[in-house]
C-alpha cells in the first residue's frame, strides 16, 4: 500500500511522536560537516510547487539532497502549467517519470488529496490552500520539544490572520493531539466560525489568547488570499493586534516567539520580537530541513 502525508489531521499522536523522534535524528546530520546519508539513495524526490515558496521548497530539495536522493523542482510558472496543462496532468506526467516522493503546494484546500489516488508516489503536502500544512506543524511541534524538553501540559498561543492559515490547522491538529492547550486570537474579521470545534480558546484579541503562554506563534497576514480588506491597514493591525515587547510580557518570562515566516516586519511582529533572544524562528528553518528528512525517509521505509 501507498503511504502519503496529507494532513496531521489523518495522524495519530503515536505516529507524529514517531516522526519527531526521527526528526531529532536526523538534525545531528543537518548540524554535522558531511550531510550526505544512504537512506534515499536511488530515490527520485520531485517538489511541484503552484504557490511562491522560499524555506519549505527549499528544505525539501536539501533534505532530499542530504539523504542522496535525485531531486528535482518544478514550478507552475516556467513549466507546461503555464501553457494550461491541468493538475492532473502534470502530476501524471511527473509520476511517469519514476517519481518516488512527490511534494506538492497548491492554492487549492484538498489538491493533494485529489491527486494521491492518481500516482504511484508519495504524495507529501506542501501546504494545500487554507486547509493544512503538515510538515510546518511538525517542525514547529519539534523546535518547542527541542526547547521545552515535551509538548504535553504547555499553552501555546496562535495570533494573527486564523482564518487563511493552514499552519495554524495543522498545528491545532497537532498540538492537541500531544497535548498541549492551544489558544487562537486575532481579529474577529479574520477567525473562521467553528474553528473552537477543534478543541481551541478563542479570543478576538492577541491579549488574552497569549496570557500566560508558553509559546507565542505569530501568523502572517495572508495578504494574497483576501478578496477585500478584512482590516484597514497594516499599521492598525500591528497597533491591535502586532506582538511586541509589551505585549510579550503577558505571556510567561520564558515564553518563545515563533512565526512560520515570511514574517511582515512590523506587522505581526515588531522588529525587536523576531530578533530578540525569544525567538526561535532560525531553529524552526533547522528543523524544518530534520523534519522533511524524517517524512520522506520514512515514507520510502513504508510510512509512519
Ligand atoms: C507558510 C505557508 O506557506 O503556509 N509559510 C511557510 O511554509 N513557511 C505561512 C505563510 O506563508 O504565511
Redesign the pocket.
Known amino acids: 500500500m501507498k503511504h502519503d502525508l496529507l494532513g496531521l489531521k489523518e495522524l495519530s499522536a503515536d505516529q507524529i511522536k514517531h516522526i519527531l523522534d526521527t526528526a531529532a535524528s536526523m538534525k545531528e546530520v543537518v548540524k554535522s560537516p558531511n550531510k550526505k546519508t544512504p537512506h534515499l539513495q536511488g530515490k527520485t524526490v520531485v517538489t511541484l510547487f503552484y504557490e511562491n515558496?522560499t524555506?519549505?521548497r527549499l528544505s525539501f530539495e536539501l533534505a532530499a539532497k542530504y539523504m542522496s536522493a535525485n531531486a528535482a523542482n518544478i514550478s507552475s510558472s516556467g513549466s507546461s502549467v503555464a501553457k494550461g496543462e491541468t493538475l492532473i496532468d502534470t502530476a501524471e506526467t511527473i509520476n511517469a517519470m519514476g517519481t518516488d516522493i512527490l511534494v506538492m503546494r497548491h492554492g487549492m484546500s484538498g489538491a493533494p488529496h485529489l491527486l494521491s489516488p492518481l500516482v504511484s508516489a508519495a504524495v507529501v503536502n506542501a501546504?494545500d490552500g487554507m486547509n493544512e500544512?503538515p510538515t510546518?506543524a511538525l517542525l514547529d511541534m519539534l523546535t518547542i520539544k527541542e526547547h521545552k524538553g515535551h509538548i504535553e501540559g504547555l499553552k501555546v498561543a496562535i495570533v494573527g490572520d486564523v482564518y487563511h492559515s493552514?499552519?495554524v490547522r495543522s498545528n491545532i491538529y497537532g498540538l492537541t493531539k500531544l497535548g498541549a492547550e492551544v489558544s487562537v486570537g486575532g481579529p474577529a474579521t479574520l477567525m473562521p466560525m467553528g474553528i473552537e470545534e477543534l478543541g481551541v480558546k478563542v479570543f478576538d484579541n492577541v491579549q488574552e489568547a497569549i496570557v500566560d503562554a508558553d509559546i507565542v506563534m505569530g501568523?502572517?497576514i495572508?495578504l494574497e488570499r483576501q478578496k477585500k480588506g478584512l482590516f484597514p491597514s497594516t499599521r492598525e493591525y500591528f497597533r491591535f493586534f502586532g506582538i511586541d515587547e509589551q505585549r510579550l510580557r503577558l505571556a510567561k518570562p520564558d515564553a518563545l516567539v515563533m512565526h512560520?515566516?515570511?514574517v511582515n516586519r512590523g506587522v505581526e511582529l515588531s522588529t525587536s520580537v523576531i530578533d530578540g533572544e525569544r525567538s526561535v524562528i532560525t531553529d524552526q528553518v533547522t528543523s524544518g530541513v530534520a523534519v522533511r528528512m524524517a517524512v520522506m525517509y520514512l515514507l520510502s521505509r513504508g510510512g509512519f
Open positions: 515558496s524555506r519549505t501546504g500544512h510546518q493552514r499552519v501568523l502572517r495572508q512560520p515566516g515570511p
